[in-house]
């Protein structure tokens, strides 16, 4: 007897670089399936129909959203009964949702349907991975994810500075009146001191040990070729510390890492970067919750972290290799690194 097709089954939903992909199981005797997707799990809409299938890919839906989607298998004599749903959240190429990130972790780890892990300590694991990350790659790749500088303007007294916290830099300038507020400070990766107010010079300050703290006053028989004493800098807590006292009118330009944006709900997008490092905190993050097992062999695991360390470590030492690209040669000056004019001096 020709019926309609039976339920389809094992629909699964999973972020895929900005789109979203659909799988699943065929169903016996479907020409086609009806796909519709839902903004609240209940409320579904039609989205696209598509022929003998078991996989579609909706592309680009906006991202950091929820998305829900259903199926019904449908054939000449009718539909099934849509499928049960399945939902994730889009994200931008290379990064993942909350969501995304619990799951992944959660299938490494094998621990799909377990309660052992909370969801809330699974996604604490997370956010903890994501810092350990974040720290890799900016002791790796120095100026990883630097923000914009900001500045500080000197007083002549003052020797003590406020870091950014995400309100007291106006406009990029500590005091400033106006303007967005800089960033949350996370990590420094340099200091620079403005010598000339009027062609903007500038030049590196260097942090200073502890123990020679009291080295580094006036009077200091070292200085640039512009009379600028060699003042050096120590972060304490939240304050930028300055030994000697900078004269007034003179300008610190501060380059950071600011802080990582949390991840707290589902919806929350990871802001690396960088398509494929996020393995790093799912392997992490399922070690985290391995390791509250006790018993639970982790060796797996902890073999990939230090793969994936090393893998972003082989990175970063060989991202600057090799000269820039040349076409020729013959426009080169060898006063200026070149080889001379002409076909003469090696030109092509």
């Known amino acids: 007897m020709a019926v309609a097709p039976y339920q389809p089954q094992g ?5 895929a670089d900005g789109n979203i992909l659909l799988s699943w199981n065929a169903s016996l005797s479907a020409t086609s399936y009806d796909i519709q997707r839902s903004l609240d799990g209940v409320n579904f809409t039609p989205l696209i129909s598509v022929g003998v299938v078991t996989q579609y890919v909706d592309p680009f839906p906006n991202t950091g959203i929820q998305y829900w989607y259903q199926i019904a298998a449908v054939n000449a004599f009718g539909a099934s009964p849509y499928s049960n749903p399945a939902s994730t ?3 931008p190429p290379g990064e993942m949702s909350l969501y995304e990130l619990r799951l992944r972790a959660q299938q490494t780890a094998d621990r799909v349907n377990s309660n052992f892990v909370e969801t809330n300590e699974w996604n604490a694991f ?3 991975a994501m810092y350990e990350l974040y720290d890799l790659l900016i002791t790796t790749f120095d100026d990883y994810n630097i ?3 900001v500045f500080i303007n000197t007083n002549g007294t ?3 500075y406020d870091l950014p916290s995400g309100t007291n830099y106006l406009g990029g300038i500590l005091g400033g009146l106006s303007g967005n507020p800089a960033s949350r400070f996370y990590k420094l990766s340099g200091i620079d001191l403005g010598v000339n107010t009027s062609n903007n010079a500038w030049v590196t300050l260097r942090n200073f040990d502890w123990i020679d703290r009291n080295n580094y006053v006036y009077p200091n028989s070292t ?4 009379g600028v004493y060699n003042m050096r800098y120590r972060l304490m807590g939240t304050k930028l510390n300055l030994i000697p006292t900078p004269a007034g009118n003179q300008q610190l330009r501060l380059w950071y890492a600011p802080v990582l944006p949390a991840l707290l709900k589902d919806t929350d997008l990871t802001t690396i970067g960088y398509s494929g490092w996020l393995r790093y905190p799912i392997v992490r993050a399922a070690k985290y919750a391995l390791d509250k097992e006790e018993g639970s062999d982790t060796s797996k695991l902890d073999a990939e972290i230090l793969f994936l360390k090393k893998r972003i470590e082989e990175s970063a030492a060989s991202r600057d290799q090799g000269d820039a690209p040349t076409i ?7 006063i200026y690194g070149g080889n001379g004019w002409g076909s003469a001096n090696g030109g092509r």
């Open 11 to 15: 629909l699964i939903a999973e972020q």
């Open 223 to 226: 200085s640039t070729i512009y």
């Open 328 to 334: 020729s040669d013959t426009r080169r000056d060898a």
């Open 147 to 149: 923000a914009p500088p």
């Open 126 to 128: 997370l956010r903890l």
């Open 158 to 160: 003052t020797f003590q």
């Open 89 to 91: 959240i889009a994200a």
